[in-house]
DNA sequence: CGCGATCTTGATATGCGTCAACTGCGGTGG
DNA sequence: CCACCGCAGTTGACGCATATCAAGATCGCG
């Protein structure tokens, strides 16, 4: 159902029609000035009202909520082409930070809504960004649930490796933006487990440290079979990887 | 932004302009037969191609993942009023059964969407429900990362007795329509956690089994105080937290 | 009344959290 | 240019909350 954003198809329909429309959301944002955020800079609050919308053009952001007894939990890190402030309540239901230098594009709420309602190629962009952020939050869920320390990080790690190769396949340097507290508030964990973690995919020489804030992919194939995603015959583990990657090519 | 679901004024401005067009959701599906599910059984599964929408009208339903070593991940329960099957992929991402006897209408993808684009009374509607399952999707992670086994049972009492009491003031009776499997599974807990936290929990008088399936509720206050969700008036933090609250109307 | 399913309770194991010390790097100022 | 400082990350020792394994207890249903 509806077409996806990343079906060039909806651009062409747009510009055959010569609609005078918005047909893709980074032209919606194109008239708004680029904002700067240093590094940890925050964005909004959790229960700030929520005036505007943002598209992130460069960088990548936190958002998180914080807890009674102030701990933070990290609900999902966004990165350029995502859009942060989406609600329909009057405040912000959680806090942004740039994790990176970051450039953020903003427009009212109003003025979003506006845009969305007047203009039939952006609305299924938008509900299929709503659904893919879905969809991550219930991985996420199943992550955080059942997930031990060692399968939650090689799951983050094979995200961030996709992300980075943009849906081809893995890079052999995967690149991490964010602290190990990040990551740590990020998976449920601690600190210490992380970094203890981390330590034994070294040793097992899954991954290779290459700086301290990215890893050299070593045994891709490994990694992936550590995810804990199922599909997994055991031990074995190799040529059902395989099978995973051509059923889901996310 | 985007008027809410539940705002009367929807239906209302739709009515006056004497429009032929859906006005609600339930509308939408009202042309389409009730089918009935009996509890346990399923209504699609994972992986099944998504050819439908459905609408609950009756029942509670829970949706769930399967992960490696079999174990269930149930991502959320679904009640009347809810839809399912909402997503932009060719596949179900999660399966759905029926928790007790259950009563759906079905759509095609390809109707709900037409039905959609050419409403733009439903639009909102959509939006709106899709926001609100995002809030409650980054509410469980913050449970599922960080609260205690104690916190997450009495989180889950305390949504159930929200949506039971139509979000008035907590019912006196809270009703469990699911096993204490579907629990544990809902919760990233066992069943033998679940089992003696919630003989904790009468223990300490502050519930009280009447049957095997509802709990009175003998203290909901104390069962507040024990969510988690800050607020608390613990030692220190005493200003901050006093603003907190203002600002969470929640 | 008895059987199976669901739930509870108990004993033990373990993965991760907590607390604490240490390491190494990067920046800053002398 | 080097010495110092501070912070992010690592490592170690230990404890605890929850999982696991194993019996019972209770409920519903034939």
Redesign the interface.
């Known amino acids: ?2 077409s ?1 954003a990343s079906n060039p198809k909806v651009a062409i329909a747009a510009m055959a029609a010569m609609k005078p429309q918005l047909a893709t959301m980074d032209e919606l944002f194109s008239t708004s000035p680029r904002e700067t955020l240093e590094m940890g800079e925050g964005l909004f609050w ?2 700030d009202r929520a005036q505007h919308i943002f598209e992130i053009t460069e960088g990548v952001l936190r958002i998180f ?7 933070r ?1 990290i ?1 999902g890190f966004l990165y350029a082409g995502d859009m942060v402030g ?4 009057n ?1 912000y ?2 806090s942004a930070e740039a994790v990176t230098p970051v450039k953020v594009r903003r427009l009212t ?2 003025a ?2 506006d845009a969305i ?1 007047n203009s ?1 190629e952006l ?1 299924p962009q938008l ?2 960004l ?6 991550a ?2 991985d ?3 992550l ?4 031990s320390a060692e399968e939650r990080l090689c799951s983050f790690l094979m995200m961030l490796g996709q992300r980075q190769s943009g849906q081809t396949q893995m890079p052999k340097t995967i690149q991490l933006a964010m602290s190990r507290q990040d990551m740590a508030d990020y998976l ?1 964990l601690t600190i210490e487990t992380v970094s203890r973690t981390v330590t034994k995919l070294i040793q097992r020489g899954i991954i290779t440290p290459n700086g301290r804030h990215a890893f050299d992919l070593t045994k891709p194939g490994k990694l992936l079979a550590l995810c ?5 015959y055991e031990d074995v583990g190799d040529p059902a990887v395989k099978t995973r990657q051509a059923v889901w090519p996310h």
């Open positions: 159902m509806f996806t959790e229960g909520k914080i807890i009674a007894d102030g701990r939990v609900t989406l609600s329909l309540k405040v239901l959680y709420r109003k979003f809504q309602e039939p609305r509900f299929s709503m659904c893919d952020e879905m969809a939050a219930q996420q869920m199943v955080l649930s059942r997930k449920g804990g995603d199922g599909d997994s």
